[in-house]
């Protein structure tokens, strides 16, 4: 990223976190949330795992390789998260929550 003076970035957090929002949009059609967290199902050790679901609830469809890099881009777009815990990015205003068990039982 380019730098201003004295080391500091020249895009805000901000304005990154919406570009980033905005190309998961692109790359994800029709997606609304993006549920984030390091518990992949299919592996038996930490790794980066992305659920993607529509304004509905339903989840889409996402290959391996898709789930892998937008939940990479995100924990590096919010290195300051609790990442022991999901995440869910709302797409329409870049917000990240916490998703508690309870929550997440419920399809976010």
Known sequence: M???K?????????????????????????AAIIRVSLNDPKQAWPHPHAIVRDEAGE????????SKVAARWILRVWPEA??????????ADA???RSDPITAGRGC
């Open 95 to 97: 917000t990240l929550t």
């Open 59 to 66: 989840t889409l469809e996402l290959g391996r390789t898709t």
């Open 82 to 91: 609790d990442w022991t815990r999901p995440h869910t990015l709302d797409l």
């Open 2 to 4: 380019f730098t201003a």
């Open 6 to 30: 004295r080391g500091m970035p020249a895009c805000p957090d901000s304005a990154r976190q919406y570009r980033l929002t905005a190309q998961l949009a692109d790359m994800n059609p029709g």
